[in-house]
C-alpha cells in the first residue's frame, strides 16, 4: 500500500490505495467525490477529466501515486459559495448536457480551454479541443455553443473588473 497526499479542491486529503490504482478510482472511492465519472479507464472518453496543478487531465491516465503532492481540482471543486461555475450555468442555459454522463469532463475539459483562449475562443478551436471528450448523447452542438457562451461572459466580466 502507498499513502497518497493531495490538496483537493483547496483541502489537503490524504489516504492509502495500491500503487496500481488509478487516480479517477482514488478520486471517487478513497475521497468519496464521485463527481468524476469513470468512462473507459483508457484515456478515450473525457468523462474522468480533473485538473492537476491547475492543466487538465484524465484521471483515468494518471495513477494516484504519481499525482502524490498535487493540486487537484474535480466538478464539485469548480463553483463559489454554492453558485454554479460560469460554465456550468452556461450548459445548463444552452442545452449542453443529456443524460449528464460526459458533463463533468466536458465542464473540466471547457473550464482549462477558457483559462488558456480566454475571449479568442472559437468554434474550430472548441471543437477541435473536445475531441477527447465523447458524449454519447450527440450532444456536441449544444455544448459548443456553451462554452463559447461561458467564454464570452468570462471576457466580459474580466474587462469589466479591469
Do not use: W
Not at 497518497?4 to 478520486?27: D, Y
Not at 472511492?29 to 478515450?44: A, K, R
Not at 499525482?67 to 481540482?73: D, E, M, Q, V
Amino acid at each position: 500500500m502507498a499513502k497518497v497526499i493531495l490538496t483537493v479542491n483547496g483541502r489537503t486529503m490524504s489516504g492509502e490505495c495500491e500503487e496500481r490504482t488509478l487516480l479517477v478510482h482514488f478520486i471517487r472511492e478513497n475521497l468519496g467525490l464521485t463527481g468524476t465519472h469513470v468512462g473507459c479507464d483508457t484515456s478515450q472518453c473525457g468523462t474522468c477529466v480533473v485538473h492537476m496543478d491547475g492543466k487538465s487531465v484524465k484521471s483515468c491516465s494518471i495513477l494516484a501515486v504519481q499525482a502524490s503532492g498535487s493540486s487537484i481540482t474535480t466538478i464539485e471543486g469548480i463553483s463559489a459559495n454554492g453558485e454554479l461555475h460560469p460554465v456550468q450555468a452556461a450548459f445548463k442555459e444552452n442545452h449542453g448536457l443529456q443524460c449528464g454522463f460526459c458533463t463533468p469532463g466536458m465542464v473540466m475539459t471547457a473550464v482549462d480551454m477558457i483559462s488558456r483562449h480566454g475571449a479568442n475562443l472559437d468554434e474550430k478551436t472548441v471543437r477541435a479541443e473536445l475531441e477527447g471528450n465523447i458524449c454519447r448523447c450527440t450532444g456536441y452542438h449544444n455544448i459548443v455553443k456553451a462554452i463559447l457562451a461561458a467564454s464570452a461572459e468570462m471576457s466580459a466580466a474580466r474587462q469589466a473588473a479591469e
